[in-house]
């Protein structure tokens, strides 16, 4: 089963629809907004709400525009989920095509009750679409400014069409043209409050700088001649060595990841790129190009050490953002650091529920586990944490030595050699999971493990699932 047990904001006969092991159920909240599904099939869900939102206004949801709502429903189990319309958080500055003088950017918006830092999103139109992404950097007050030099060195990630890599993405906020903003607010325990972002789009946040001339390259980008644009980015560099754009431009165009059999694209260079993004950084002690490197190294070339260092020498001058410290714990696993593996994660910012269960089954520690639940997530996991913890000791302790004294790649190799125990075969998935290079696998063999187990080992299968399935 599964049910809303709360009374909400929303409006009665709010149609939820759900979907997984059956697909289309589709019902109605009464008065209260109260909604239940009976005798679902044990498996996999994700569950969505429809409504009118000419009735409720600029409203989002708590937690997030898209918050994650996909979750295991278990034979026997009574699972609870709430939805909770909010809100929008007003903006002020910049607002309605706001042309940007000056060489910063400050952007305004009325307080939030509760909040206890905002986070800014910055977006770019690209084409017929948009792209946007959230910043790390925590804001305690109201306001926040960028200078544009500094947002010019944002790279809002690539975007693909037919033809390939889509220019604007590329040039990113070096090309003069619209652009919008919102911004998230959050509470003491990082949960979202609200945003400024709601469905209806009621704020129109959009802002531009003045128009001025392209330059050769930027020109022929547009264009889609690559090649030549590169050319061009080159000359101008040779004329200034310090010329930021054009260094900015030829580090995008060298460190372009794509599918050669699917794009004709042949400029991508991760030595080239690098060799620009270093001397970005050292000219300019931006670390958003470290950001870039750091990227190269973990995703392109797997060069998890030098991943590792870029890392430690953007915490030298700023604070990671949680998904560093992840990316910093799985390197830490990569190169058999587990237990210092595990205090990274432990110290992000956000709560890792998979690779946390993997490290602290790897490492034995369940000790500073929270005993009190902050959600109906977490409940589930504490509670599998226990199921484990009580089949811990059946493990080997010499095999267990062995596999803590190696990296995380070679105590795979090793465990896989071996005829394998329930317990032996969950320390091979945690493995799996924290290993940078396996990510994708782990989820697949433990869904493997998973169908091969469920009947004999039903309770144990699904506190495994709980702990390292990725998306709960």
């Not at 009750?113 to 999103?121: F, K, Q, V």
């Amino acid at each position: 089963n599964l049910m809303s047990p709360h009374e909400s904001a929303c409006l009665n006969g709010i149609q939820y629809p759900i979907s997984g092991s059956y697909t289309g159920l589709r019902v109605a909240s009464d008065q209260q907004g109260h909604f239940s599904f009976k005798n679902l099939v044990p498996g996999r869900y994700g569950l969505g709400f429809v409504i009118n939102l000419d009735e409720v206004g600029d409203v989002v949801l708590k937690g997030g525009r898209f918050p994650q709502s996909v979750f295991f429903v278990d034979a026997g189990e009574v699972a609870t989920w709430d939805f909770e319309l909010v809100e929008t958080v007003d903006i002020t500055a910049p607002v309605d095509d706001e042309v940007i003088k000056g060489d910063s950017i400050t952007f305004a918006w009325e307080p939030v009750e509760g909040a206890s830092y905002y986070r800014l999103e910055l977006g770019t139109y690209i084409g017929g679409g948009s792209r946007s992404y959230s910043r790390g950097e925590k804001y305690r007050t109201n306001s926040a400014t960028i200078g544009v030099d500094t947002l010019q060195s944002y790279h809002v990630g690539l975007s693909y069409d037919e033809k390939g890599p889509s220019p604007g993405s590329l040039l990113g906020y070096g090309m003069r043209g619209r652009y919008f903003w919102g911004v998230t607010a959050y509470d003491e325990a990082g949960a979202i409050i609200t945003s400024s972002q709601g469905y209806l789009q009621a704020q129109n946040s959009d802002f531009q700088f003045p128009e001025e001339k392209t330059v050769a390259g930027d020109e022929l980008l547009l264009e889609r001649k690559y090649g030549q644009a590169i050319t061009a980015y080159q000359e101008q560099l040779d004329k200034d060595d310090n010329d930021i754009h054009a260094l900015t431009m030829l580090a995008r165009l060298h460190s372009v990841t794509i599918d050669s059999q699917i794009y004709d694209y042949q400029y991508t260079d991760y030595a080239q790129a690098i060799t620009y993004y270093n001397q970005l950084f050292t000219q300019t002690g931006n670390t958003e190009f470290l950001h870039s490197l750091t990227q190269i190294y973990f995703y392109n070339l797997k060069e998890y050490p030098l991943a590792l260092e870029t890392l430690q020498k953007i915490e030298e001058r700023d604070v990671l953002n949680e998904w560093n410290q992840l990316q910093m714990a799985q390197i830490q696993s990569h190169l058999g650091q587990y237990q210092t593996a595990l205090q990274t994660v432990i110290a992000a910012e956000r709560r890792f529920f998979t690779e946390e269960a993997a490290l602290r089954i790897i490492t034995g520690d369940f000790s500073s586990i929270a005993e009190k639940a902050k959600s109906n997530k977490e409940e589930k996991w504490l509670d599998a944490m226990q199921v484990v913890a009580r089949g811990y000791g059946k493990l080997d302790q010499e095999l267990l030595q062995v596999v803590r004294n190696l990296p995380a790649l070679e105590a795979i190799e090793y465990l896989e050699t071996k005829e394998r125990t329930r317990e032996e075969e969950l320390l091979l998935l945690s493995l799996l999971a924290v290993e940078p290079s396996t990510l994708v696998r782990a989820q697949e063999q433990l869904e493997d493990y998973a169908a091969m187990n469920i009947e004999q080992s039903p309770a144990w299968v699904t506190s495994v699932r709980i702990l390292l399935q990725t998306i709960q």
